[in-house]
């Protein structure tokens, strides 16, 4: 990963190149301002203040130069508001004239990911360092940052190299790095306990063992928190195969377990005072003679029985064997990921993870923190009349509803059939990938709700 520590600085007055922001409403006087040359060099380069324009300024010696960037609002920045900069300004040191960066340091980081580990020449641009007079902000930027390098890192992985054992090894990395503890229970051993896990992961060779990975942090007597992500490292839809525009993106099907993997890092990192425990149900949804069928009837760990309508709605199923173990610890608070619904896209887009929550003041806390860190959510109801559509004659439930209407409602309901009332609980049905760049969000794999819940989090248990 790369040296996060190195891009943002503390302002002790080292020589660093300006960078002049100003938005529309300040423009003429800003300009007004400037020196003959300024004048010249922003006319011939066409800046005209526009979001994420910017144009170099020549300085008054030879080799001096400074930047004038265009943001929406100067009194405000976002947090994305020096993203392009950072991801096109050369190698160097560089820092806010007049003021600080405020939440803009988030952006700067995430401006210079690159995923370029199989390209012949990868990118060999040198770092760009930015100053900031709020040093305090620096340690949780650089961990925002350094969580969603790992969500975009193993989501971009193609699922040749990261199968369940290569995932296995990210959370133990991450167990390693924060003293952590890991049990993994994998293969045969799941067919007892983990029965859904077991029959997704079976169609799968040998070296792609399904697996259950749980990851323990955490004083004891403190509120347990359980993390809970969906890591199908690639989805074919199983004997239900899906078409081939279908299955070209199914390497991102274990977003929710990279997700939750990056989520339980800030946790540790941070020391938050929980008790944590991270559950992450790792299987290739294959197709070979081991395979379930539609018409299965699969045993839950729960007890309930499930009967197969669709192979390819499996991620509900070893997330339901998960919950129902995170559930056993009796976790005053469980948070979920999954990329689990195509209906969640239709109706929210990619930009917005739909969120499924049996307290509303836990999902008033996770829309409003998602607001606060320019991270949005998007509230979804447990609408439980819709719990006929995925009703079986033979068994206690179905996997799949008889109707393609509300789809993300259903798959959110029955994951809810594994969480006891008594315990809160949020889902996160998020599309993990981002079909388009912008500024500081590269094209392919993202952090959709991560920073919404981590700081939902921070409110809850830091005080």
């Known amino acids: 990963m790369t040296d996060l520590n190195a891009l943002l600085k503390p302002d002790q007055g080292q020589p660093a190149t300006p960078l002049h922001l100003v938005d529309k409403t300040i423009f003429d006087e800003w300009l007004n301002g400037q020196p003959e040359r300024a004048r010249q060099a ?10 994420y324009q910017f144009a170099t300024l020549p300085g008054e010696k030879p080799g001096e130069w400074s930047a004038v960037l265009g943001v929406a609002n100067v009194a405000d920045p976002s947090v994305w508001c020096l993203s392009k900069a950072a991801d096109l300004l050369p190698e160097g040191t560089y820092r806010v004239a007049g003021g600080g960066p405020g939440p803009a340091v988030l952006g700067w980081l995430l401006g210079q990911y690159r995923f370029d580990r199989y390209k012949r020449e990868p990118s060999r641009k ?3 360092t930015l100053l900031t007079d709020d040093p305090a902000r620096i340690e949780e930027a650089v961990l925002l940052a350094e969580a969603t390098y790992l969500v975009r890192d193993l989501v971009n992985l193609p699922a040749g190299d990261l199968g369940p054992a290569e995932l296995q090894k990210a959370a133990e990395d991450v167990a390693s790095e924060c003293g952590a503890t890991v049990t993994v229970t994998s293969g045969a051993a799941l067919s007892s306990g983990y029965p859904m896990i077991h029959a997704v992961g079976a169609a799968a060779t040998a070296d792609r063992a399904p697996r259950l990975i749980e990851l323990e942090w955490g004083d004891p007597k403190n509120p347990r928190l359980a993390i809970v992500g969906k890591g199908v490292v690639f989805d074919s839809g199983g004997l239900d195969i899906k078409p081939a525009a279908g299955m070209r993106l199914m390497k991102k099907d274990m977003g929710g377990a990279a997700h939750a993997l990056a989520l339980a890092r800030l946790v540790m990192r941070s020391r938050l005072p929980v008790r944590l425990h991270l559950l992450i149900p790792a299987v290739e949804n294959a197709i070979s003679g081991a395979a379930f069928r539609p018409g299965d009837i699969l045993k839950s760990r ?12 499996e991620g509900r199923l070893i997330l339901g064997d998960a919950l129902t173990k995170a559930a056993e610890a009796t976790p005053e608070l469980i948070l979920d990921f999954a990329t689990l619904t195509g209906a969640a896209r239709v109706a929210l887009g990619p930009d917005l993870p739909a969120l499924f929550a049996n307290r509303d003041e836990l999902a008033d806390a996770l829309l409003d923190a998602g607001t606060t860190v320019s991270d949005p959510v998007w509230r979804m109801p447990l609408w439980k009349h819709y719990e006929e559509m995925f009703s079986s004659d033979v068994a206690d439930l179905g996997n799949a509803a008889d109707s393609p209407m509300a789809g993300a409602v259903t798959a959110a309901l029955f994951l809810q059939k594994f969480v006891p009332e008594n315990i809160a609980w949020a889902h996160f049905d998020t599309f993990a990938w981002r079909p388009a760049a912008k ?14 819940a981590w700081h939902m989090l921070g409110e809850r248990y830091r005080r």
């Open 126 to 128: 040198g770092p760009r």
């Open 302 to 313: 729960k007890g309930l029985s499930v009967e197969i309508g669709n192979t390819d709605a």
């Open 439 to 452: 500024p500081g969000r590269p094209k392919g794999g993202d952090a959709l709700g991560l920073r919404a």
């Open 42 to 51: 922003v006319g011939a380069q066409g800046f005209k203040a526009d979001g």
